[in-house]
């Protein structure tokens, strides 16, 4: 009997004892469900928080949830929103409407989705916004999930998009414009050559008449450049190095301070020129480039302040970026014309500008991967901010290569005609290299034989041999010296062939004389 009993109570513990080791592992696994919902609901919590955008939850007209950017749009905190009424919230005079929208969504009534709106904030302001409304079941109850947008932010980005579709189109227009002007521009200055060296110079009206022709060519010569520059949509990366801003900044206001003083005395009025100039980490691009942008807004800003006043410049460094500050107490800018401003060709100056600075400006600031903002009111004056991205100190170089002295640097240019055989032999030998020239490619090919040289500058419309035969040649000679080819503007597919050549930097007709000199100075 005895035997019996004890089996019996064997047998129940056992079965207490696997019913534990159930109940355990139940628990375990309701545990790991439980750890798993807390970490899905603490993501959709961090992924709520994180919308960009406004975000209430409403039922019936209580506030029940808000979200971080819209605590943020209106200035309160959570416990001053939830489980007051939304309506408190919406400017007195649009309160019925908002208040017949919110009972006929749930309804099913016919009501539009997006509507505008004045949401007043916790600082007595109101707020401009796009509400757009969602029904939902929360919690077995019908609810409403708004969503607030500010105009200001929507228009924004319109703005930006409209911008943007510009850009692109004028792109196109400013490329083919600047190819089509080039053969022009070299046929216009071949001939007025011609004709000069064969011109009676006592013949004062035709002298003056190919100065004036020449004056044209110049000024188109500039607007090609402008247009080239316009249409470009990346950097050359032959050009791009680090820069220190607050040294540009300062050589900028260097050559513009005599411009400037010069305008003041015309006029005679006064202009304050100041800088405010803290030191940023350096910024990654095409030191001439960004130079042109803040002497451009430079000007600009001079030209902003007929009777005078104070041009002030500032640098900072702020989240990343580094932000030029150009400041004046100019005519300020009227609203109706703020859209156009950066434009290609829209301009205030009537016949004393082609309005290609701004625009300029704010494509070699795009390309830069950089911003440009421009804040203005009628007699108030302007601020322009130029922002760039900085460079991290990880994709800083760790030394500097010594570069070679500009004294000790032979070069070749091997190019037929005249007048930029000429110019570039001046410039150059201005910036203290030493250069020998050639008309053709058998007489290039000769001096190299007899003389070193450390960069070849060549047409590719060498006399003897075309540009890609003219560099395998010269490579064959010397197969480390760097090459500079001087083209037109050539298909896409004509400029890689060259590339394949093994040619170092190509530069496009017609030459800006300034910007060879810097990629050279880097090439060497």
């Known amino acids: 009997m005895q035997t019996k009993e004890q089996e019996y109570w064997e047998k129940r513990l056992k079965k207490i004892r696997e019913e534990r080791q159930a109940i355990k592992e139940k628990l375990a696994s ?9 970490k899905a609901l603490k993501f959709k919590n961090n992924l709520y928080h994180s919308i960009p955008f406004g975000i209430i939850l409403i039922q019936g007209d209580v506030i029940i949830d808000v979200n971080e950017a819209a605590l943020d749009q209106m200035g309160y905190g959570a416990e001053e929103m939830i ?3 939304f309506l408190s919230f919406v400017h007195p005079k649009e309160q019925m409407d908002v208040r017949n929208r919110i009972k006929k969504r749930p309804s099913g009534k016919w009501m539009t989705d997006l509507y505008e709106t004045n949401i007043v904030a916790k600082n007595g302001g109101t707020l401009c916004c796009d509400v757009g409304m969602s029904k939902i079941r929360l919690n077995g109850r019908w609810g409403l999930l708004l969503s607030l947008t500010r ?16 850009t692109e189109a004028l792109t196109l227009m400013a490329s083919g414009l600047a190819r089509n002007f080039s053969p022009n521009l070299d046929a216009i200055a071949t001939n007025t050559r011609n004709i000069r060296e064969g011109a009676d110079k006592e013949n004062k009206a035709l002298m003056d008449g190919l100065n004036n ?3 044209a060519a110049s000024q188109l010569l500039k607007t090609t450049r402008q247009l080239d520059g316009f249409s470009r949509t990346h950097t050359d990366p032959l050009d791009v190095t680090l820069i220190d801003l607050k040294k540009m900044v300062k050589d900028s206001v260097s050559l513009t301070e005599p411009m400037v003083k010069n305008y003041a005395e015309k006029r005679g009025v006064q202009i304050n020129l100041k800088t405010y100039l803290r030191s940023v980490s350096p910024i990654e ?11 451009n807004t430079i000007i600009n800003a001079m030209d902003a302040m007929p009777e005078g006043g104070d041009l002030y410049l500032t640098t900072e460094e702020n989240s990343g970026l580094a932000h030029i500050y150009i400041q004046d107490s100019g005519v300020g800018i009227p609203d109706h014309i703020k859209e156009n401003i950066f434009d290609p060709c ?4 009537g016949n004393y500008g082609i309005g290609l600075g701004l625009s300029q400006s704010y494509a070699i600031v795009k390309r830069h991967l950089g911003d440009i903002e421009i804040s203005s009111n009628k007699d ?3 601020i322009t901010t130029i922002k760039l991205p900085c460079v991290s100190q990880e994709r800083r170089p760790k030394r500097r290569v010594p570069r070679r002295k500009i004294k000790n640097v032979h070069i070749l240019i091997i190019e037929d005609d005249d007048m930029i055989r000429e110019l570039l032999s001046q410039l150059l030998g201005c910036k203290g290299y030493k250069v020998v020239t050639a008309t053709s490619a058998l007489e290039g090919l000769n001096k190299m034989k007899r003389k070193e040289f450390h960069v070849i500058i060549a047409d590719s419309k060498t006399p003897g041999v075309n540009g890609q035969a003219l560099i395998k040649k010269i490579k064959k000679i010397k197969s480390d010296i760097p090459f500079v080819l001087i083209s037109e503007y050539e298909a896409r597919e004509s400029l890689s062939a060259v590339n394949k050549a093994a040619s170092d930097l190509i530069v ?5 004389m300034n910007k060879l000199v810097n990629q050279l100075s880097d090439l060497i």
């Open 346 to 349: 829209f301009t205030t100056k």
């Open 83 to 85: 489980g007051r009424d």
């Open 213 to 215: 022709i020449e004056y």
């Open 285 to 295: 691009g095409d030191p001439s480039e960004i130079q042109d942008v803040i002497m």
């Open 380 to 382: 108030q004056g302007t």
């Open 508 to 512: 496009n007709k017609p030459i800006d």
């Open 151 to 166: 105009i200001e932010d929507r228009k924004k980005r319109e703005k930006e998009m409209i911008q943007t579709k510009k």
């Open 30 to 38: 309701i545990k790991k469900e439980n750890k798993a919902l807390q």
